[in-house]
């Protein structure tokens, strides 16, 4: 049973707007959740993580925001850029084990 | 900078074949993991390791074998390579610790032909 879900496949952006990334977890066990991007044939580099004593971090363009009592997270890319075109994962893990959880995740197309 | 290398970007194998996947961490990490990434079901956590000589299964360990006799390096086993088992493998490591980032190699593409 996926216990972190990416409901979106894909996501298309005009360069310059906002793109949003979502994801919902079901494990409230959670306490550590992480967003990493992937381009073709390579392997996901980490971008910005959230401990769950916080609702927001920001981190340059990208800012995750979470929201505890809905259990979803969401990844905000302020201004897209084209680089910015790859396939994002979320990932929770809890202190009770090691493991990460990933959803199956988002491509985003930036449109210049 | 935390260094994952995985020992082939390509790898193009027969059916039946037994499959080793190489993977080496340079910063101590407690923590070794395996992944594999398929279209549509993200990645999948196959087998980890959070100690030398121990293992845990993960979500999809049928088929795989893993290795860890010394802290860097975690191997993982396709006994009989079957045509299923094609697919991109990822290897990462994290520290022991809790609340830290997994760093990830830049994967294996394995085809079983």
């Known amino acids: 049973d996926q216990q972190v879900k990416q409901n979106s496949p894909s996501l298309s952006v005009q360069e310059g707007r906002i793109s949003i990334l979502n994801c919902d977890y079901t494990?409230?066990?959670?306490?550590?959740f992480l967003w990493y991007k992937k381009y073709p044939a390579e392997g996901p580099t980490f971008l910005i993580s959230i401990s769950s004593i916080k609702d927001k971090n920001e981190d340059g363009r990208f800012t995750v925001f979470l929201n505890k009592s809905a259990k979803h997270l969401s990844l905000h890319i302020v201004p897209s850029q084209p680089g910015d075109s790859a396939v994002y994962f979320c990932?929770?893990?809890?202190?009770?084990?090691?493991?990460?959880?990933f959803g199956t995740g988002t491509s985003l197309t930036v449109i210049p | 900078d935390v260094k994952v290398t995985q020992s082939s970007r390509y790898l193009v194998k027969r059916t039946g074949e037994k499959v080793f996947l190489e993977c080496v961490q340079d910063?101590?990490?407690?923590?070794m993991f395996w992944y594999r990434q398929d279209p549509g079901l993200g990645l999948r956590l196959i087998y980890f390791s959070y100690d030398v000589k121990m293992k845990e299964k993960g979500d999809i360990p049928e088929g795989y074998s893993v290795s860890r006799e010394k802290k860097e390096r975690f191997s993982l086993i396709l006994e009989s390579a079957s045509t299923n088992q094609t697919s991109m493998y990822l290897c990462a490591s994290s520290l022991g610790h809790l609340n830290t980032e997994a760093f990830f190699g830049q994967g294996t593409r394995l085809t079983v032909v």
């Open positions: 990932a929770a893990s809890s202190n009770t084990g090691n493991q990460f959880y």
């Open positions: 910063m101590d990490h407690e923590n």
């Open positions: 494990n409230s066990m959670f306490d550590y």
